[in-house]
């Protein structure tokens, strides 16, 4: 009775870990005990479930104490913005004008030189019905290049096109008819960062845009050729090094400018026909002191192997170092005045070649828009 007794106790204990000890008790008194008490297997699931049951406490002291911390962080996560997978970015479609005027280009170049029996050539660009009664290559185009691309509505254009064209004569050449503009309507679709294009007419001859006459330039004074001027003797001597390869470039330009000469070079000599600049006009007979700057806009003559001369003009900075000029700027475009405005010129002839379409008027309307 008394073995029973003891057997149990454990088992009204409020916590395992008192019958983990009496059981640890029992181990060194009844080691003795017959084989069918052992077979039983209750000193084992004893102290099993005791080690379960003081896992399972200890756990739940764990959440107890960190549950402050899970809110906070449930909090953060409820707050902050859900995240989604990463999202491709958009493709970067093209300006619309370009396909539109590139187009047009291939249009009217594919129209000039259709003829009778090759109207087919034109199916690419135009669905309607076209019927040509001239001889195929009776016109010829040269170069073609876009003016002006103007969207009349959504996806709705109007593209102006200057041709050089080239016309065929009877006796079996060719004769350059000069430059000649036409205005082709052009529809255009797109989906998915691709477009479609359309012309819905044939091509419409027009007139050259109106030219322009620019406006002042930022040079006031003139030097001439400049002899005496210890600025026009750097500006002469940098260009003779820049597209002549006479001389190193690093000893006519200021500390930290890297300009490279024009290679392979293209001219055996240059000569300087007209210098102008934006300073005084007794500020060319000396260099002033470190630090004072000058624009200059130099005409030069430049000859080739060949002995071919071609003019050029170069618009140069200058800043005055240790008593000298250098060039510390070989500027992009030369410097305009002061509120200084191209302004029209209705009466001008039309450019004579494509290059026009570099010209202050290559973006003006053609005259009847």
């Keep these: 009775m008394k073995r029973s007794r003891r057997k149990a106790q454990p088992e009204q204990q409020d916590w395992p870990e008192d019958a983990v000890a009496d059981t640890g008790e029992k181990a060194d008194t009844d080691q003795g005990d017959t084989g069918a008490e052992q077979s039983t297997g209750w000193k084992t699931s004893t102290a099993g479930l005791a080690g379960v049951t003081r896992l399972a406490r200890a756990g739940t002291w764990v959440l107890i104490a960190s549950g402050p911390l899970i809110g906070v962080m449930a909090l953060l996560g409820s707050s902050a913005p859900a995240q989604s997978a990463a999202k491709a970015a958009p493709a970067v479609k093209a300006g619309a004008s370009t396909g539109a005027a590139g187009f047009a280009q291939l249009f009217v170049g594919a129209y000039l030189e259709s003829g009778e029996g090759t109207e087919k050539n034109l199916a690419p660009y135009y669905s309607g019905s076209v019927s040509l009664t001239h001889p195929t290559g009776t016109r010829s185009a040269l170069r073609t290049q876009a003016m002006d691309a103007r969207e009349v509505s959504p996806g709705y254009w109007s593209v102006t096109i200057a041709v050089n064209v080239a016309a065929k004569s009877k006796k079996g050449g060719y004769t350059d008819a000069g430059v000649q503009y036409f205005r082709v309507a052009v529809q255009s679709t797109g989906a998915d960062g691709s477009s479609a294009y359309t012309a819905v007419s044939l091509p419409a001859q027009v007139a050259a845009p109106a030219a322009l006459k620019p406006g002042d330039l930022g040079y006031p004074t003139s030097r ?22 006479q001389g190193e470039l690093d000893r006519y330009t200021s500390p930290g400018v890297r300009l490279s000469p024009v290679v392979p070079t293209p001219y055996t000599s240059i000569k300087l026909t007209s210098v102008q600049d934006n300073s005084e006009d007794d500020a060319g007979t000396k260099v002033p002191g470190d630090g004072v700057r000058r624009r200059l806009l130099v005409s030069v003559d430049a000859t080739d192997a060949d ?13 005055a170092r240790a008593g000298r000029w250098e060039v510390s700027s070989l500027d992009d475009a030369p410097a305009t005045a002061a509120a200084s405005t ?17 010209t202050p008027g290559s973006s003006a309307a053609p005259s009847g828009s």
């Excluded at 001439?224 to 390869?245: E, H, I, N, Q, R």
């Design 307 to 319: 002995g071919n001369t071609f003019p050029l003009t170069y618009a140069l900075g200058l800043t």
């Design 342 to 358: 191209p302004s029209n010129a209705p009466h001008s002839p039309a450019p004579s070649a494509p290059a026009a379409s570099s």
């Design 224 to 245: 001439g050729t400049g002899s005496s001027d210890p600025a026009s003797d750097t500006a002469a001597s940098f260009l003779k090094a820049y597209v002549a390869g």
